[in-house]
């Protein structure tokens, strides 16, 4: 680190070289949030949040992916706590009554969570969040990587969590727009473009593969339960109504068999995995959080007490990094005159 002396010119006109000034404490890094896609698993980003503050690592930027953009943008909203109090409270009933089935772009339209989330956000902007935020998509045509900036919050968080063939694609300035987890599921590099001198990067695809295996099985539990006798005994239509035989179709499954709808998942999972891995290696964040949430079914969202107290704990594993990339950005920003925030 290079140590700025300064100059005390006497009453005789000559000057001394003074010793540093003990008191000039490292420079406050703009650390950066870049909130990862995973479903479900994604309540652990409350916990991640509720940890880092908590220790005095504020965000000032935040970049999210699908469940990451919700979490991130209910956090700048300042609607965190009621995000996690609703979280808690949910049960697989509560879950199966957002699930609003119509085969038309995908198989869930998702208003109903949408509706949900207007009656907190509704009207918010993303320029009126008093930081840096970027929601992330992916556009359905041509496979870019899109940085939702600017309009309104709402929209841009389904936009980002619009999971291929699962929800409906949404239609942004004359591009329809997916899942943003397509290209880039951990979004540090839009963090560091927002301007992050820091950035911490939660990665919640560290330890996905194998991890929800059923019991006695060889494929993987992706809802984490029982989806068809979910919906047939307590659908919208309440219990011991009947599914459509598309509905049938698509959940049904053997015993020794994944389910059409499985497939698909995973399939979507193994591919958000290895792009995952090959973002953060081209473009690793200073400190790298990963949850173990592996075991999670993606539609375990009525986990949210043991999801986020995991999140909690991540932040606590990884206390010796952050508070050394912490110190180090700081000495760099004070050696180089730049002002932190």
Excluded at 287 to 307: K, N
Excluded at 326 to 334: E, P, R
Aim: aromatic fraction near 6%; charged fraction near 20%; charge should be positive.
């Amino acid at each position: 680190m290079r140590i700025l002396y300064a100059y005390e010119f006497l009453n005789d006109g000559g000057a001394k070289l003074s010793m540093p000034d003990s008191t000039i404490l490292p420079a406050k890094p703009t650390i950066g949030l870049a909130l990862g896609s995973g479903v479900a698993r994604g309540w652990a980003h409350l916990g991640v949040i509720r940890a880092l503050e908590r220790y005095g690592f504020v965000p000032r930027v935040v970049a999210g992916t699908s469940i990451g953009a919700l979490v991130g943008g209910s956090y700048l909203a300042g609607h965190l706590d009621s995000l996690e109090e609703w979280a808690r409270g949910l049960n697989k009933v509560r879950i199966i009554s957002y699930l609003d089935f119509r085969v038309r772009g995908g198989m869930i339209r998702g208003q109903v969570l949408v509706d949900a989330m207007e009656r907190h956000m509704g009207g918010l902007k993303i320029e009126g969040l008093g930081r840096p935020y970027a929601a992330i998509a992916t556009d359905l045509l041509t496979g870019h990587e899109v940085w939702l900036r600017k309009g309104d919050l709402v929209k841009a968080i389904r936009t980002s969590f619009s999971l291929p063939g699962i929800f409906e694609p949404v239609h942004v300035d004359g591009r329809w727009l997916v899942d943003g987890a397509l290209v880039n599921p951990v979004p540090v590099s839009a963090c560091r473009a927002m301007g992050a001198q820091m950035t911490i990067g939660v990665n919640l695809n560290a330890d996905l593969i194998g991890k929800a295996r059923r019991p006695g099985t060889d494929f993987q539990s992706i809802a984490g339960f029982d989806l068809l006798d979910e919906l047939r005994d307590n659908g919208p239509a309440g219990p011991g109504s009947k599914l459509s035989g598309f509905g049938r179709r698509i959940f049904k499954r053997q015993a020794s068999s994944p389910s059409l709808f499985g497939v698909m998942v995973s399939a979507l999972n193994i591919v958000q995995d290895r792009i995952t891995r090959s973002r953060l290696a081209g473009e690793p964040p200073d400190v790298h959080i990963a949850p173990r949430v592996g075991h999670i079914g993606l539609l375990e969202f009525d986990r949210a007490d043991e999801i986020i107290a995991e999140g909690e704990a991540a932040v606590e594993r990884v206390l010796p990094d952050l508070r050394a990339a912490y110190s180090l950005f700081g000495h760099d920003i004070a050696a180089s005159g730049i002002n932190g925030k």
